[in-house]
């Protein structure tokens, strides 16, 4: 019978970035009000994708996830969210290689990283930056 001595546990810590002069060039463009309004949709956006991207990878349909995911990476890139897009294009990278493995790894980081970033932004004291 073997024995494990120490079980070491890894702790997924994701850094997120959002780009500031994209949230000032919102805030200029629309006004605070509307910018912190658009963003709002977007947040909760984001939030409904990333649900669903969870959702087509336990159905495994591989089309719906790549579409979902190529949504996140204009939407995230639209509002600042720069690891976030390019995270969520890692997963489309992976699905059209057909790496299952790869698209789940991938995946749960665009989660982590996606819930990392929503709060990020609701953490903005001041919108108009």
Known sequence: MNVVEKIITLEQ?????????????????????NAIDVLCRTIEELAVRLSHCERFWRQRDWTELRKCARSLVA?????????LARVASDVVQTVEAGDAVGTGATLNRLIRVGEKSLTAVWDQQDLSV
């Open 13 to 33: 810590k994701e850094s997120v970035r959002l780009d500031p002069d994209r949230l000032k060039g919102l805030c200029a463009h629309l006004g605070d009000t």
């Open 75 to 83: 939407i995230a890139d639209q509002a600042g969210m720069t690891v």
